[in-house]
C-alpha cells in the first residue's frame, strides 16, 4: 500500500508577533491540493503574491531564515516548516498578514497544536520522496561545521551543539524517526546568549521579542543593576540568573534543549527542498547559513543525478524482484513480443528492467540484413512494457487489465543498439496516477551510456472478467 500525501482538514489561523519586525498579525493554514507543496501568501501586500517553500528562494539566514520572490519577503520561516514535516503535511497554504511568522515561544508546539486542530487528512496522491543513494557532504573544516547525509530508508537525524561556554557546552540530540518530532522535539525552544540578547536589544532587532521567546543564557557575571534593566525593558516585576545558567524566565524541558532546537531548525530549514527526506543525517553546529547550503547542494546532487546520463546503480546478477516467468503473470506480452527478461528493482517511484538483446531477435533479419539494429520503436516498446509492470504492479489481479499508450513525448536516440548488448530500462513515476493515466520518465542505458529517453503516458483498463 503506497504512502499518500497529506493536507489539513479546514482552516485555521494563529496570531501573533515577529520577532524581529515586533509586527502583530495572523498566519492562517489552509488546505491545499496534491502537488501544491507548502506556499506562502502575503494577503498584506499588493497582489497578494505568493512565493513557494523553496530553497531557491532564501534571501537571508541572519537569526532566521527569510525567503523572499520579486522583492516579497517572509521571514523566521524554519519553525513553521518543522512542524508542517513532523506532522507529514505535503501540501497547504499559508496566508499571512505581515512579514514574519509569529514567533510565539520560540519553538513549533503552537504551529503543531494548531495544525492538529485543523485535522489532517490523506489525499488521492502518493506521497514522493527524496531518496539518497550516495554519501553528501557540507563542512566548514575552520568552524568544525559538518552536515552530512546518508541513504537509509527512513528520516534520522543526530545534532552535536558546541558553544565552549560552561553554561553550554557540548550537546547532542537524536531524532530516530520523523514520528516522534512532536512528542520529543516540536516543544524545544530558541535559546540566545545574554551578551547576543544585549546587541539585539541595543540595535532595535528583536522588536517582537520578550522573556517568552527564547531561553536566554548567561556565560558571564551579572550585575544587579543589568539585571534591574532587563526586568525593565521585558515588563518583569524582576529577573534573576539560575543554577542552570538562564534567566528565571522558563524551566528547561531538557538539559538539552538547545541541541533538540537546533535540530528542529534543521528539519525545518530542510523543509524547502519541498519534498520529504529518506536518509541519516548527522550535523555538527548547525545554522542557518550551513542549513540552508547544505539543502542546496542536497537539491543540486539530486537534481543534477536525475538529469545525468548516468547509468543508475544496480546488480544484474543479483536475485530479481520479477523473473521473466512471473512477468508473464503480470503483463499479456508473448514471445517473440515479450521484451522484458526481468524486473531488478521495484518501488512506489521508479522500476529497473533489463531486456538482453541477441542476434536471435526476429526483427534483425529485416533490420538490417548486413547491420542488425534494433529498431527504435521497439525500444520505445520494451521501455513501455516496464512501464506497464510498474503500474499493473500497483492493482490487485493485473491479468484482468490491459495497458494503452497515450502519448509519447520527449523522445531521444543517442546510439544504436545491437546484439549483444544489454539494455537497461530506468523509468521514474512523473506525476500521481489518476483514474488510472500513468506518466513517467525514462531511460535506457547500455553500459553507463543512454540510449533512450523518453516520457511515457499510459492507461490502465480493466477489460477482463
Known sequence: MSEKQKTIEKSVTVKG???HTGQNGHLTFKPAPPNHGIKFKRIDAKDQPVIEADINHVVSTDRGTTI????????????????LTGLGIDNALLEIDMEEIPIKDGSSKYFIEALKEAGIREQDADKQYIRITEAIEYRVPEERILLKIEPADHFSIEVKIDFDTKVLGEQTALLEHIDDF????????????????EFLLNNNLIKGGDLSNAIIFVNRKVSQKELNRLATLFNQPRVEVKKEGILNNLDLYYDNEPARHKLLDVIGDLALLGKPIKGKITAVKPGHLSNTEFAKLIYK?????????????????AKPVYTVEQIKNIIPHRPPFLLVDKVLELSEEHIIALKTVTMNEPYFIGHFPDEPIMPAVIMIEAMAQAGGIFVL??????????????????ARFRRKVVPGDVLVFSIELAAPIKRGVCTMNGKAYVGDEVAVEVSLTAQIVKNKA
Open 68 to 83: 523572499a520572490k520579486n522583492g516579497t519577503s517572509i521571514y523566521t520561516i524554519e519553525h513553521v516548516l518543522a512542524a
Open 17 to 19: 508577533s515577529g520577532l
Open 301 to 317: 546532487r539530486v537534481n543534477t543525478k536525475r538529469s545525468m546520463m548516468k547509468k543508475p546503480p544496480f546488480d544484474i546478477y
Open 393 to 410: 504492479s500497483k492493482v490487485d489481479d493485473p491479468e484482468l487489465y490491459s495497458t494503452y499508450f497515450l502519448k509519447i513525448s520527449e
Open 182 to 197: 512532536e512528542s520529543e522535539i516540536s516543544h524545544c525552544r530558541t535559546f540566545v546568549f545574554l551578551h547576543e540578547l
